[in-house]
């Protein structure tokens, strides 16, 4: 198979998903019949024929590729890789438990040919168990609020995006539940899109309670990314003035009641609070500081031109560039 670019390449992470597999190439020819496009399949560490049915796709379809992983890595590392690999101008992403309707592809693509950077999926009509929409809705809104990105379903697998996108994007631990969030601090255009979401036929599901944990552990990763990633003294800084503030009116009472009363304050554990206070607000501005020095020092004139969406000049400069 050449390198030759493809228009699209359409992402599929894999943890024990044989039955599907074959299935989901047929159905991806028939959605996608009018662009040359690829399918990239990752297989995050399967204990089933995963792998043997990846790569007897690849030899059977010129179109189909196979990765492997070590070992299990997580969905995020398995993006990460297919990314690294993938040769479309367009990534499409989307799950191989054919719950993800590929028929919606073109309707994706379609808002990106007007002008979105990133068509995040709805499964307005959830095929799931209350068990898992229930958690589904308290952590897309917690996301809404914090990141300031309001979606319906910021974790919907199917998704398309130009892969300018992807590859700007930070894909580690569960990092891949907040692209979207991720891809707007960055500038881009997200889009929602209602799409058709089909009951689970074979395999289980692959979430449980501790992927919530680690997901909402990753939320407060991301907070950090996009509000204070270009201005982490703001972070430091303020926590530092919070527990330095509260230190001092602490010390400061401790101080009248030394001065203008006859009780000790020696052996008060609140001397020792407000001390300890104070001490570790010098401690975060500090670390605000040096965080700035740091991101000021590594900062470079690519990664400002990296913001510009566009530009627009006098023709005649145009034709001297």
């Known amino acids: 198979m050449t390198d030759k670019p493809v228009e699209i390449s359409v992402l599929v992470p894999v943890k024990d998903e044989e039955a599907t597999l074959a299935e989901l ?16 399949f990752v297989d995050d560490g399967s204990t089933d024929r995963s792998w043997a049915v990846m790569t007897g796709l690849a030899a ?26 993938a040769r479309g101008d367009i990534i499409v992403t989307m799950d191989a438990d054919l ?39 308290l952590f897309n809104k917690a996301t809404g609020v914090i990141t300031g990105l309001k979606l319906n379903d910021h974790n ?42 089909r009951p689970r036929e074979h395999g289980v599901s692959k979430y449980g309670f501790e992927r919530y944990v680690r997901g909402a552990i990753d939320l407060m990763t991301v907070m950090t990314i ?13 926590l530092g003035l919070l527990f330095g503030g509260v230190g001092f009116l602490i010390l400061a009472y401790l101080a009248c009641v030394w001065i203008f009363t006859s009780d000790p304050i020696g ?28 991101l000021h020092r590594t900062a470079n004139r690519h990664e400002i031109t990296d913001l510009i969406a566009d530009r627009a000049v006098h023709p005649t400069r145009e034709l001297e560039r």
């Open 156 to 197: 919907c697998g199917l998704k398309a995006a130009r892969a300018e996108v992807y590859r700007k994007l930070p894909l580690y631990g569960e990092l891949h539940r907040y692209i979207p969030a991720l891809a707007h601090q960055h500038g881009y255009k997200v889009v929602e899109r209602a799409v058709n979401h």
């Open 60 to 85: 059977e379809h010129p179109h189909v590729r196979a990765l492997r992983l070590r070992r299990n890595f997580g969905k995020a590392a398995a993006l990460a890789g297919a990314v690294t690999e």
């Open 99 to 137: 719950q993800d309707d590929p028929a919606e592809v073109p309707r994706l693509l379609a808002d990106l040919a007007d002008g979105a950077d990133l068509v995040s999926g709805y499964k307005a009509d959830r095929k799931d168990p209350l068990s898992k929409r229930l958690p589904s809705k």
């Open 25 to 40: 190439v047929d159905q991806l020819a028939k959605a996608i019949t009018d662009r040359d496009y690829e399918v990239v």
């Open 226 to 238: 996009t509000r204070y990633g270009r201005r982490p003294a703001h972070l430091f800084g303020g």
């Open 267 to 294: 052996t008060r554990p609140l001397l020792n609070l407000g001390v300890l206070l104070v001490i570790l607000g010098v401690q975060m501005v500090s670390l605000g500081l040096i965080a700035e020095i740091v």
